[in-house]
């Protein structure tokens, strides 16, 4: 089956960590570029960070930059992401998306930093 699952999500206060895990399964994984978007409730979608193939070129949007890092483990068909210094703004519904298209996404993971 197709798909990918995301986990790691909680409650946090602010200036906390958390790592997001996502799961996946059904496609040759090392073939995808992925990224992490999220939704904070009312708002629209954010492009939050993406990474390559190879996991070497990994990008990131300003608000998360220098406090966000995205990984993946191509043996393991996983990406992740490691998140420090959590901030209220960052409180949203994280998704797991595949590809320079965004044709898979996961259930999303929620994140709620406390002030």
């Known amino acids: 089956q197709v798909q990918l699952v995301e986990s790691g999500g909680g409650l946090v206060p602010s200036g906390g960590s958390l790592r997001l895990s996502c799961a996946t399964s059904?496609?040759?994984?090392?073939?995808?570029?992925m990224h992490w978007v999220r939704q904070a409730p009312g708002k629209g979608l954010e492009w939050v960070s993406d990474?390559?193939?190879?996991?070497?070129?990994?990008s990131y949007a300003d608000a998360v930059k220098g406090r966000f890092t995205i990984s993946r483990d191509n043996a393991d068909n996983m990406v992740y992401l490691q998140m420090n210094n959590l901030k209220t703004g960052d409180s949203a519904l994280y998704y797991c998306?595949?590809?320079?298209?965004?044709?898979?996404w996961g259930q999303g993971t929620q994140v709620t930093v406390s002030s």
């Open positions: 059904g496609f040759t994984f090392s073939n995808y570029w």
């Open positions: 990474i390559n193939i190879e996991g070497s070129d990994p």
């Open positions: 998306v595949r590809s320079l298209k965004f044709d898979l």
